[in-house]
């Protein structure tokens, strides 16, 4: 099936540094990523959509000049959290639409989601 | 909105069926997406639902009464590995952008 590999999966840092985060979908091309964010026993929240060769789109709340998205290719997204903080601490997801999942009646594309990224902020 | 409701924890033996359920209230509603998700891990795609009725895959199945807003997740013959949290998620239609509900925990103890 479809993958979709993320990178680091653990990522302690200092507060005020930058963190780039990965995603990168290995077997096939995917023109739309998606970034979440997940809290302990909290839902996926969707933070943006990444469009390859255009700019992201954000969910409202979320700080587009804090969480950086690039999305340069078929293949790779990235999401950079710049000068984190200690409230910045969280999980990240990413996901990309791959091949089609079939309900009766209809085609969707589902989404393939990579491993996570834990990210604490000292 | 999505409104998406699932009970926030459930408890079950092994070897016995449980129910998870998911009421939405959403315009434009699309399908339904059931995903498993172990803590630390990324979620994991079980079954996708469009038109109403039940959608049988191995273990798992997935009901949808699109005029009611309602889903469910029957899983059967429980195991012990199948203790995870285990989300609903909602499309609209054009976007095709699932919207998570918060997850249902479920812990199968033996």
């Known amino acids: 099936g479809a993958v979709v590999s993320q990178h680091p999966s653990r990522v302690i840092c200092k507060s005020g540094t930058s963190v780039k985060i990965e995603c990168r979908s290995l077997d096939f091309q995917a023109t739309t990523m998606f970034w979440y964010r997940q809290f302990p026993k909290q839902s996926l929240m969707l933070m943006a959509t990444?469009?390859?060769?255009?700019?992201?789109?954000?969910e409202q709340g979320v700080e587009k000049d804090k969480f950086l998205i690039n999305h340069a290719s078929l293949t790779l997204s990235t999401l950079t959290v710049t000068s984190a903080h200690p409230e910045d601490s969280s999980f990240y997801i990413c996901?990309?639409?791959?091949?089609?999942?079939?309900?009766?009646?209809?085609?969707?594309?589902?989404?393939?989601f990579g491993s996570g990224t834990q990210l604490s902020v000292l | 909105g999505q409104n998406i409701d699932q009970p926030t924890e459930m408890t079950a033996t092994e070897g016995a069926i449980v129910q998870i359920n998911c009421t939405y209230q959403?315009?434009?509603?699309?399908?339904l997406f059931w995903y498993q998700q172990h803590a630390g891990e990324a979620p994991t795609f079980l079954s996708y639902?469009?038109?109403?009725g039940l959608e049988e895959k191995g273990r798992f199945s997935s009901f949808l009464s699109r005029s009611k807003g309602y889903s469910y997740l029957l899983l059967k013959e429980l195991q012990m590995k199948d203790s995870a949290s285990y989300l609903c998620?909602?499309?609209?239609?054009?976007?095709?952008?699932?919207?998570f509900g918060r997850g249902t925990s479920l812990i199968v103890h033996p």
């Open positions: 639902n469009v038109l109403d």
């Open positions: 990444s469009n390859e060769g255009s700019k992201a789109t954000y």
């Open positions: 996901s990309a639409r791959g091949p089609g999942a079939r309900g009766r009646g209809t085609t969707n594309e589902k989404l393939f």
């Open positions: 959403t315009s434009g509603f699309n399908g």
């Open positions: 998620a909602v499309t609209l239609g054009g976007s095709y952008i699932p919207t």
